[in-house]
């Protein structure tokens, strides 16, 4: 493990995985076996998504615990359904956002970052994300092709402080790579002083996803130390700010 001052200077690599469908019995199954395993060494960060209404609410509380007790843990907020992450509709996304994140501690699940589902981030929900402590990784190094070239999206290729409304700043680690980013990266460099990679745990029911999933880990793991989310939360300062006080996003 390396020392927080070396995290300041150094290049390193992690790994979160989207959690949205953690009552499928096969895509957890997966997904608690490649935990567990920590393919490249990476202890892989679960960010999950809550339990709907009408959701196996006990359930959900034993697999969030056992995603707990083996790597970083974190909120990934769906605001429309489970199978639709960005919010319709109208209302305020920050809100939901509070309430999931104070529900989680009142069952004991102490989350310490934050995705927004289908990459949604605005200045609400970043100042909802700073109130519970949670540092944010919705950004991304690229803009997803299925967003509408006015939908709220903050891009960062490395992380950043972002400067809210009211002056605070809230740690942004974004999100840099996909499985497909890490498959191309074989025959390339990566640039980055930090990557991030990140995966959907419906990603494992694909065999051919699975399979360079793994294999895209384990290259990246001989490119760059492998830390987790918690370590680099600890140890990175970014000498970035990006102010979101005047920003659609």
Not at 23 to 51: H, N, S
Not at 200 to 224: E, M, P, Q, S
Request: hydrophobic share 40%.
């Amino acid at each position: 493990m390396p020392h927080t001052e070396d995290i300041l200077h150094g290049r390193y690599a992690v790994v979160s995985c989207h959690v949205e469908r953690p009552l499928d019995d096969e895509a957890w199954r997966r997904f608690a076996a490649l935990q567990k395993r920590r393919p490249g060494r990476f202890a892989i960060a679960a960010l999950m998504r809550p339990p709907a209404p009408g959701e196996d609410e006990q359930l959900w509380l034993e697999r969030a615990r056992e995603a707990q007790a083996h790597g970083p843990f974190g909120l990934h907020t769906h605001w429309t359904a489970p199978d639709h992450a960005r919010p319709t509709g109208g209302g305020d996304p920050a809100v939901l956002v509070r309430e999931q994140g104070r529900w989680l501690r009142s069952v004991g699940l102490e989350a310490r970052f934050f995705c927004g589902g289908g990459w949604y981030l605005d200045a609400a929900v970043a100042e909802a994300v700073a109130e519970l402590g949670y540092t944010d990784c919705t950004a991304t190094a690229f803009r997803p092709e299925y967003l509408a070239p006015d939908a709220p999206h903050v891009e960062l290729h490395e992380p950043a402080w972002l400067e809210l409304r009211d002056g605070r700043r809230l740690l942004e680690l974004p999100t840099t790579h996909s499985i497909g980013m890490l498959a191309r990266g074989l025959l390339g460099p990566f640039r980055r002083q930090v990557v991030h990679a990140y995966f959907h745990d419906t990603d494992l029911l694909d065999g051919r996803r699975y399979t360079a999933l793994r294999v895209g880990l384990a290259f990246l793991a001989l490119k760059r130390t492998t830390v987790d989310l918690d370590e680099l939360q600890r140890g990175l300062r970014p000498e970035k700010t990006m102010s979101l006080a005047n920003s659609r996003a």
